[in-house]
């Protein structure tokens, strides 16, 4: 695991829009996995400044989202295919026959439809560079503690603190959705490459667990460990509780120097 202490926000978003554009380059064809969450904003926003400043190519690259709540529409604007389409879709020259969001408007069959968003993954040749978020409690895309670790794309009931931690997005009084459909800790442990991004002082116990303690159902993200190719990008609050920093230091003065491919 390679762990970058980034020392704010808007250096955490310009490295991983860095690694980000360099892996398009690379591959036009991309098959990139998303995100939603404040923590994304400032990393779209500088992709989106890319294509239009260095003229970074979305046209062949296939998005495939990590989750969306259940029982609102794509409209909704507390969706995740709205963030979406606001954030980075609608900037960039993205096909729209090429992205992929769970389906929040699905009210059963769950299973099948989520076999089929597995299927469409593999039919893609898999995911080549995954980008995630952490919530407080440890969860990746919505696997909330006690998630298996071998799960797949599924229906999931939100904890508590995952909805409370939401709630603030939408309207007072507003139902909030209590279920999401997610894909799972077993899924995302199939792709090839992970971005893992945390800022501010809520995420920096999540952080410690994920990278320090046990791997354990309950911070799913400590799952990563079991990756072999995962970059967490984190800022000076996030990073807090980490007790490795100068370990972590010397790893990336030494990698920057014998493999900046890993970093670019
Ligand atoms: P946030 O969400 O970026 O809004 O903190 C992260 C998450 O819950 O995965």
Do not use: W
């Amino acid at each position: 695991m390679l762990v970058v202490l980034q020392r704010d926000k808007e250096e955490v978003s310009r490295l991983a829009a860095e690694i980000i554009a360099g892996a398009i380059r690379r591959k036009p064809a991309l098959r990139l996995g998303l995100a939603t969450g404040g923590t994304m904003v400032g990393v779209y926003r500088e992709l989106v400044r890319r294509h239009r400043e260095d003229k970074l190519d979305f046209s062949l690259v296939v998005t495939f989202n990590l989750d969306e709540y259940l029982g609102i529409p794509a409209t909704h604007p507390q969706s995740f295919h709205h963030f979406m389409h606001e954030h980075l879709f609608s900037q960039v020259n993205v096909l729209q026959t090429n992205i992929h969001i769970p389906d929040g408007t699905l009210s059963g069959n769950y299973d099948a439809y989520c076999e089929k968003y597995e299927e469409a993954i593999r039919d893609a040749g898999g995911i080549d560079l995954q980008l995630l978020g952490i919530g407080r409690n440890g969860h990746i895309g919505f696997n909330e503690p006690m998630s298996s670790l071998g799960s797949r794309t599924r229906m999931k009931e939100l904890s508590a603190e995952t909805i409370e931690d939401n709630r603030r997005a939408f309207a007072p009084g507003e139902r909030m959705p209590e279920c999401a459909i997610t894909v799972g800790i077993g899924t995302i442990l199939e792709t090839r490459r992970i971005l893992l991004l945390a800022t501010g002082a809520s995420k920096a116990d999540a952080i410690a667990k994920s990278i320090e303690g046990p791997v354990a159902a309950s911070v799913t993200a400590s799952a990563l460990q079991l990756h072999r190719d995962v970059t967490f990008i984190v800022d000076q609050q996030a990073g807090a509780k980490l007790t490795q920093k100068s370990y972590y230091e010397h790893v990336l003065k030494m990698t920057k120097a014998l493999m900046p491919e890993r970093l670019s």
